[in-house]
């Protein structure tokens, strides 16, 4: 695997494809970016060889799966919690869908997905049980949701 692959235009587009519709032909993305089906699929060849690719997924709408509240939670620990106990205090919630140490006042901040607002409080209650688990703070409101790609792509065309 190549340390570093350079992405060309060509390339970007097909990995923006992709991410909408990672079972598009490569008959239909070459079609969108005028090259052949051959050509664009020596592209995606050469994209997961060099380990820019990692995988085709189903990308799943949680609401129509009965998690319609998503949430961040900054969670603030007690004392001089370590990043080994934080996993395992929020291993032990399902509904923790994320869960990242930060710097700054908080210790972790955490992509909660519930039921509803009941079921967000209830698993903020067992959150906030835990022994290590001084507080938490919640951010409700949701901005756009954009694939990672699509934002790198956007900021590769303002800084060029």
Known sequence: MEDSLRLDGLDRRI?????????SSFATIGAEVGLSAPAVKRRVDRLV????ITGFHAALDPRALGQGVEVFV??????????VEIARIVSRHTEVQEAYTVTGDANALLRVRTT???????????????P?????????????????????????????
């Open 132 to 160: 290590a688990v001084r507080s938490s703070a919640v951010c409700m409101s949701t901005a756009p949701s954009w694939t990672t790609f699509e934002i790198v792509c956007r900021t590769w065309s303002r800084s060029s």
């Open 74 to 83: 900054e969670l603030y620990c007690s004392g001089r919690t370590s990043a």
């Open 116 to 130: 509803d607002t009941a079921h967000l409080e209830r698993t903020l209650e067992n959150l906030r049980s835990e």
């Open 15 to 23: 990995v923006a494809r992709l991410e909408r519709n990672a079972r």
């Open 49 to 52: 060889e060099s380990g820019v």
